[in-house]
C-alpha cells in the first residue's frame, strides 16, 4: 500500500522569507500524481500545486514550488516570499489510478508565518 | 471557491442517530469522493462514486452507506452514530476516470455527535 510520510508536524517562517516543506511516499508503481492541499483556519482544503510522476520538470505555480526526487520518492514544497496568509496546514498527497483511485494524504505539517 | 457545494455545513446530533450528508460536485465533473478528517485518524478515503456507480471503498464503516444519484450529487449515509464519529466530513470531485485526475473539495460537513 502507498504511503505518504511528512515528517515535520511544524514549521516557522519569517514573513517575506523562503520555507520548504517536505515529504516522501512509498509506492512500487511508476506512473501516479503527488499534489500539496492547504487548509487554512476555515478547514477548506484547496489545491496548492499538482506533479505528474512522468514529468521530469517541477511544477510550479506563482510563489509556490516543488521538488520532485522520483528515485528519492520525495516530494518538496517551496513558498517563496511567504505571506501571512500562507499560514494553514498542508498537505501532501499522492493519487494513482492503481491506488484505489483515492488520495492518500500526510499527516500534514502547520505553518506559521511571523510577521 | 472550488465549485463543489456541501449541505450542512455543521451537524449536531446525539448517538445512535442517523444523519445524512449532501454533495453536489463541480458542474461537469461525474466522479465523488468522500473523505473523513478526524484527529486521530487523519485525513481517510471513504468511498468513490463514477457516474452512479461505486467504484472503491475505503475504510468505510458498515454503518456507512452512499450514493450518487441521476443529477450527479451524491449522498453520505451515517447510521447509528457514535462519539468516535464526530469529525469533519469532505466531498471531492473530478472530471471522471483517467490519468490527469485532480481532486477538488467542497467546503466539509462538520459532525459533532453528542
Known amino acids: 500500500a502507498q504511503t505518504v510520510t511528512q515528517s515535520q508536524p511544524e514549521m516557522s517562517v519569517q514573513e517575506a522569507e523562503t520555507v520548504t516543506l517536505s515529504c516522501t511516499y512509498d509506492?512500487?508503481?511508476?506512473?501516479?500524481?503527488l499534489f500539496w492541499y492547504k487548509q487554512p483556519p476555515s478547514r477548506q482544503m484547496i489545491l496548492v500545486i499538482r506533479q505528474e510522476a512522468y514529468k521530469q520538470q517541477n511544477a510550479t505555480e506563482n510563489r509556490f514550488s516543488v521538488n520532485f526526487q522520483k528515485a528519492a520518492k520525495s516530494f518538496s514544497l517551496k513558498i517563496s516570499d511567504s505571506q501571512l496568509g500562507d499560514a494553514a496546514m498542508y498537505f501532501c498527497?499522492?493519487?494513482?489510478?492503481?491506488?484505489?483511485?483515492?488520495?492518500?494524504f500526510g499527516t500534514g505539517t502547520r505553518l506559521t508565518i511571523i510577521p | 471557491d472550488s465549485g463543489v457545494t456541501q449541505t450542512p455545513k455543521h451537524l449536531i446530533t446525539a448517538t445512535g442517530q442517523r444523519v445524512t450528508l449532501r454533495c453536489s460536485p463541480r458542474?461537469?465533473?461525474?466522479?465523488v469522493y468522500w473523505y473523513q478528517q478526524s484527529l486521530d485518524q487523519g485525513l481517510q478515503f471513504l468511498i468513490h462514486y463514477y457516474n452512479g456507480e461505486e467504484r472503491a471503498k475505503g475504510n468505510i464503516l458498515e454503518r456507512f452507506s452512499a450514493q450518487q444519484f441521476p443529477d450527479l450529487h451524491s449522498e453520505l449515509n451515517l447510521s447509528s452514530l457514535e462519539l468516535g464519529d464526530s469529525a469533519l466530513y469532505f466531498c471531492?470531485?473530478?472530471?471522471?476516470?483517467?490519468?490527469?485526475?485532480?481532486?477538488?473539495f467542497g467546503p466539509g460537513t462538520r459532525l459533532l455527535v453528542l
Open positions: 498527497a499522492y493519487y494513482s489510478n492503481f491506488g484505489n483511485e483515492k488520495l492518500t
Open positions: 458542474s461537469g465533473d461525474l466522479s
Open positions: 471531492a470531485s473530478s472530471v471522471g476516470l483517467g490519468e490527469t485526475e485532480t481532486q477538488y
Open positions: 509506492t512500487s508503481e511508476s506512473d501516479y500524481y
